[in-house]
T-cell receptor, first 114, second 109 residues
Framework: IAGITQAPTSQILAAGRRMTLRCTQD?????MYWYRQDLGLGLRLIHY???????GKGEVPDGYSVSRANTDDFPLTLASAVPSQTSVYFC?????????????FGPGTRLTVL | GQNIDQPTEMTATEGAIVQINCTYQ??????LFWYQQHAGEAPTFLSY??LDGLEEKGRFSSFLSRSKGYSYLLLKELQMKDSASYLC??????????WGAGTKLIIKP
């Protein structure tokens, strides 16, 4: 069982380019999340999905979009990348999306926008 | 506003005990998590507290006082592999996790 996979592992991107970060889980978890992690700051929630077909905005959603067409996949798209989006991006999932749920994290994508 | 405070960095000696504190001010409270994150890796779950008191799990214990907005993670018999960042996170009234910036723990031989 792989758990959560993310692709690519790392990417250098020119400003203004469009980029999709992929996330797939094989645990049949209902809820999925996208976070960014920046030095000196806590993980910040970008978008989340409590179940397939639904999505919601987190703390820092501007410049990002998501979709949840099925249970397993939760891609994150940067429509027009900017240098401030340079970060490490983590995808996570949890079984039910409730307050007691443990979140399981993917290995992360290190994105640099020049 | 919502705020979670942890020390930025701590140093301890192999075999010793260390306590990592976390204080929080959030809109509502539905539980507190501790995660471990080794450098360059993903966070992994350590513990969850929703009631006051101490939860013990092997060498790691986590304490919660809801009235004080305070938690700590206690690590005993420190090993070199415990060198990592320790993240405190609180579930707020909207059931979203609010994360602290993490405490980097350095273990010295």
């Amino acid at each position: 069982i792989a758990g959560i996979t993310q692709a690519p592992t790392s990417q250098i991107l020119a400003a203004g380019r469009r980029m999709t970060l992929r996330c797939t889980q094989d645990m049949r978890h209902n809820a999925m999340y996208w976070y960014r992690q920046d030095l000196g700051l806590g993980l910040r929630l970008i978008h989340y999905s409590n179940t397939a077909g639904t999505t919601g905005k987190g703390e820092v959603p501007d410049g990002y979009s998501v979709s949840r067409a099925n249970t397993d996949d939760f891609p994150l798209t940067l429509a027009s990348a900017v240098p401030s989006q340079t970060s490490v991006y983590f995808c996570a999932s949890s079984e039910k999306g409730t307050e007691t749920d443990t979140q399981y994290f993917g290995p992360g994508t290190r994105l640099t926008v020049l | 506003g919502q705020n979670i405070d942890q020390p930025t960095e701590m140093t301890a000696t192999e075999g010793a005990i260390v306590q990592i504190n976390c204080t929080y001010q959030t809109s509502g409270f539905n539980g507190l998590f501790w995660y471990q994150q080794h450098a360059g890796e993903a966070p992994t779950f350590l513990s969850y507290n929703v009631l006051d008191g101490l939860e013990e799990k092997g060498r790691f214990s986590s304490f919660l006082s809801r009235s004080k907005g305070y938690s700590y993670l206690l690590l005993k018999e420190l090993q070199m592999k415990d060198s990592a960042s320790y993240l405190c996170a609180v579930t707020d009234s909207n059931y979203q996790l609010i994360w602290g910036a993490g405490t980097k723990l350095i273990i010295k031989p």
